[in-house]
């Protein structure tokens, strides 16, 4: 900085430099910790004296505007204040709202345990029989037992190798069964036709559609080809970019991104006006006739295919095997009828679990998204054949066969939740099956509890605990979910507090106004008055916000977590919004009017 002193000696600052310089001074000792002037010029400037009136006059109009920016300063002082009164005041209930989805799930999952379907010894015994008899009369899919068979009659060293491939291939028939479509593709020659490229190319195109969920599904495989792959080699081939990086089928950084390859698909689709199914195909069939199975060798072209034609010996012998006892009359085969449910068909080729329905129960009564998993893939692209082997046969078999053991130990075994249990008078089975989980213990006509039993006393003091814990209740208008305030006073005094915060804000963005007139004059940002209290107050607004989102269940993150596990799918909403839209706060012109009068009293050139 020049010499101060030797600058007021020659004469050449006028009253407005000398007034900006202690200003700067202090603006900078305020950032910064450290002064721009030194004592000696601090004293120049502050022992000047105007020469002449227009001096003095220039000189009190700049000390009087600054005199009066901080009486503004003071009163936006106090404005913020009263803004983070009213933020800490709601602070107890933003707590409350985040902590709610738990006291929420909590109380879900006491109402679920007051579901479970309540019997006497009599009546677990009778549903317990009527499983087993339903298990018998379904039986196995003959060409699941053909699958079973083979599979034990495999030697030693070819089951092993097998299960390396595969954990589950002793149970899961489905990849054996694709990698052998693929074998007879190649028809016993080294590569494949173009007609059966093209048949390929159609079979795992079909496999990207799961027509019961009615979606597009990526995590799929048909044999050893990924779907996501097949997919991601569309989005390159096509120059189409995730996250600003190119998908390619070899970086293993991205083969969980099906949600970001899935939209990309979607958005393509859209604006080509073409399907999914369609780009599968193309990109599968393109891909063929470069390195597709050289990447995602099929066991047929790989070190492997020796193995391959070892099962399809043993898968043969085992027909054969199974046609035999048939034929003795050892195991008896009945055709499908068209009564049979989807569910009985799955069951017959080991793709119903009880341990997975009952999750799925829990997920639905407590509302929350049902994960989806390998076993939901199976049940999608299953193929049933046409006939069946008697449950009654199979227990009855008196040769020794695992599978079979293990079909016996499952008849015997009351699974809980496995739903093939029916009432009588629901031929259809739309109601609720009756293999549950069963609880026995002393209850009324309405298959509730008795008070003073175990259970009903401690389930009852649990859920009015629980009930007690809580500010919020939830109730149905219109067929919406809405969430409310158990006491009408604290709603009133959250929404006081609330509209205390937003005037609060208002006023400092009036301040901020005026204060943006003075920055010319001053020659330095003089929003710097309100402008960290403002954006404190933004962040209280967003913590506010983000509780409000907690308790509706519409934070952002988590709309963008598909199948997110205990996540609830449904948003509940307050009847009047009580979100705070910071951009949609006006300045007070009240503030505004009134400060604008006083600093043109200053300054009327302004």
Same mark, same amino acid.
């Given at each position: 900085?020049?010499?101060?002193?030797?600058?007021?000696?020659?004469?050449?600052?006028?009253?407005?430099?000398?007034?900006?310089?202690?200003?700067?001074?202090d603006?900078?000792?305020?950032?910064?910790?450290?002064?721009?002037?030194?004592?000696?010029?601090?004293?120049?400037?502050?022992?000047?004296?105007?020469?002449?009136?227009?001096?003095?006059?220039?000189?009190?109009?700049?000390?009087?505007?600054?005199?009066?920016?901080?009486?503004?300063?003071?009163?936006?002082?106090?404005?913020?204040?009263?803004? #983070?009164?009213?933020?800490?005041?709601?602070?107890?209930?933003?707590?409350?709202?985040?902590?709610?989805?738990?006291?929420? #799930? $909590?109380?879900?999952?006491?109402?679920?345990?007051?579901?479970?379907?309540?019997?006497?010894?009599?009546?677990?015994?009778e549903?317990?029989?009527?499983?087993?008899?339903?298990?018998?009369?379904?039986?196995?899919?003959?060409?699941?037992?053909?699958?079973?068979?083979?599979?034990?009659?495999?030697?030693?060293?070819?089951?092993?190798?097998?299960?390396?491939?595969?954990?589950?291939?002793?149970?899961?028939?489905?990849?054996?069964?694709?990698?052998?479509?693929?074998?007879?593709?190649?028809?016993?020659?080294?590569?494949?036709?173009?007609?059966?490229k093209?048949?390929l190319?159609?079979?795992?195109?079909?496999?990207?559609?799961?027509?019961?969920?009615?979606?597009?599904?990526?995590?799929?495989?048909?044999?050893?080809?990924?779907?996501?792959?097949?997919?991601?080699y569309?989005?390159?081939?096509?120059?189409?970019?995730?996250?600003?990086?190119?998908?390619?089928?070899?970086?293993?950084?991205?083969?969980?991104?099906?949600?970001?390859?899935?939209?990309?698909?979607?958005?393509?689709?859209?604006?080509?006006?073409?399907?999914?199914?369609?780009?599968?195909? #193309?990109?599968?069939?393109?891909w063929?006739?470069?390195?597709?199975?050289?990447?995602y060798?099929?066991?047929?072209?790989?070190?492997?295919?020796?193995l391959?034609?070892?099962?399809?010996?043993?898968?043969?012998?085992a027909?054969?095997?199974?046609?035999?006892?048939?034929?003795?009359?050892?195991?008896?085969?009945?055709?499908?009828?068209a009564?049979?449910?989807?569910?009985?068909k799955?069951?017959?080729?080991?793709?119903?679990?009880?341990?997975l329905?009952?999750?799925?129960?829990?997920?639905?009564?407590?509302?929350?998204?049902?994960?989806?998993?390998?076993?939901?893939?199976?049940?999608?692209?299953?193929?049933?054949?046409?006939?069946?082997?008697?449950?009654?046969?199979?227990?009855?078999?008196?040769g020794?066969?695992?599978?079979?053991?293990?079909?016996?130990?499952?008849?015997?075994?009351?699974?809980?939740?496995?739903?093939i249990?029916?009432?009588?008078?629901?031929?259809?089975?739309?109601?609720?099956?009756?293999?549950?989980?069963?609880?026995?213990?002393?209850?009324?006509?309405?298959?509730? $509890?008795?008070?003073?039993? #175990? !259970?009903?006393?401690?389930?009852?003091?649990?859920?009015?605990?629980?009930?007690?814990?809580?500010?919020?209740?939830?109730?149905?208008?219109d067929?919406?979910?809405?969430?409310?305030?158990?006491?009408?006073?604290? $709603?009133?005094?959250?929404?006081?507090?609330?509209?205390?915060?937003?005037?609060?804000?208002?006023?400092?963005?009036?301040?901020?106004?005026?204060?943006?007139?003075?920055?010319?004059? !001053?020659?330095?940002?003089?929003?710097?008055?309100?402008?960290?209290?403002?954006?404190?107050?933004?962040?209280?607004?967003?913590?506010?916000?983000?509780?409000?989102?907690?308790?509706?269940?519409?934070?952002?993150?988590?709309?963008?977590?598909?199948?997110?596990l205990?996540?609830?799918?449904?948003?509940?909403?307050?009847?009047e919004?009580?979100?705070?839209?910071?951009?949609?706060?006006?300045?007070?012109?009240?503030?505004?009017?009134?400060?604008?009068?006083?600093?043109?009293?200053?300054?009327?050139?302004?």
């Open positions: 900085m020049k010499n101060i002193s030797n600058m007021l000696g020659r004469g050449n600052l006028t009253p407005k430099e000398r007034y900006l310089l202690l200003i700067h001074n603006v900078q000792k305020l950032k910064t910790g450290k002064e721009a002037l030194t004592s000696a010029d601090k004293e120049a400037l502050e022992s000047w004296r105007a020469q002449t009136n227009e001096e003095a006059r220039e000189w009190n109009q700049l000390n009087e505007g600054w005199k009066l920016s901080g009486r503004m300063d003071l009163e936006a002082e106090f404005a913020f204040k009263d803004a #983070q009164v009213a933020y800490l005041s709601q602070k107890p209930i933003m707590i409350e709202m985040i902590f709610y989805s738990s006291q929420r #799930q $909590a109380n879900l999952y006491i109402k679920n345990l007051e579901r479970i379907k309540k019997v006497t010894i009599e009546g677990a015994a549903i317990a029989k009527k499983q087993k008899e339903a298990k018998l009369k379904e039986g196995l899919d003959f060409d699941y037992v053909v699958y079973r068979l083979a599979f034990e009659l495999l030697e030693d060293k070819d089951r092993k190798q097998m299960k390396e491939l595969y954990p589950d291939i002793e149970t899961d028939h489905q990849y054996l069964d694709q990698e052998e479509v693929i074998a007879h593709l190649y028809n016993g020659k080294k590569e494949l036709s173009e007609e059966a093209d048949k190319a159609e079979l795992v195109a079909e496999q990207s559609y799961n027509k019961f969920a009615e979606e597009y599904q990526f995590f799929h495989y048909f044999a050893c080809i990924p779907i996501l792959e097949v997919a991601k569309f989005l390159k081939t096509h120059q189409i970019e995730i996250n600003n990086e190119p998908k390619d089928q070899d970086d293993d950084k991205d083969r969980d991104l099906y949600e970001e390859v899935e939209d990309a698909m979607k958005k393509y689709a859209k604006e080509n006006e073409t399907d999914i199914k369609t780009m599968i195909r #193309q990109a599968c069939r393109k063929l006739d470069h390195d597709l199975l050289e990447q060798m099929p066991l047929i072209a790989s070190n492997s295919s020796e391959l034609k070892s099962w399809f010996r043993t898968k043969a012998k027909r054969k095997i199974l046609n035999k006892h048939i034929a003795s009359g050892e195991l008896v085969a009945r055709n499908r009828t009564e049979e449910t989807r569910k009985q799955l069951y017959s080729k080991g793709l119903i679990d009880s341990e329905n009952a999750a799925m129960m829990v997920f639905e009564k407590l509302d929350l998204d049902q994960p989806k998993g390998e076993i939901d893939e199976k049940k999608a692209f299953e193929k049933f054949s046409d006939s069946v082997i008697t449950g009654e046969s199979l227990y009855a078999f008196g020794k066969y695992e599978f079979i053991d293990e079909f016996k130990k499952q008849a015997d075994t009351y699974d809980p939740n496995l739903g249990v029916y009432d009588k008078n629901d031929p259809e089975h739309e109601g609720e099956h009756l293999d549950q989980e069963l609880l026995i213990c002393p209850h009324n006509s309405k298959g509730e $509890a008795v008070f003073f039993s #175990q !259970y009903g006393l401690s389930i009852r003091m649990i859920s009015s605990l629980l009930n007690s814990m809580t500010l919020f209740e939830e109730y149905t208008k067929g919406n979910t809405l969430i409310k305030f158990k006491n009408v006073d604290i $709603a009133k005094v959250f929404m006081i507090h609330r509209q205390r915060f937003i005037d609060s804000y208002s006023i400092l963005l009036g301040f901020e106004v005026i204060f943006k007139m003075l920055t010319p004059i !001053y020659e330095t940002d003089m929003t710097d008055h309100v402008s960290g209290r403002l954006d404190t107050l933004r962040e209280y607004a967003e913590e506010f916000n983000q509780a409000i989102r907690k308790i509706t269940n519409t934070e952002e993150k988590l709309k963008k977590v598909k199948n997110r205990f996540r609830r799918k449904e948003t509940v909403l307050f009847e919004d009580p979100l705070i839209d910071v951009e949609a706060i006006k300045p007070d012109q009240k503030v505004i009017s009134e400060n604008e009068a006083k600093v043109r009293e200053v300054f009327p050139r302004i």
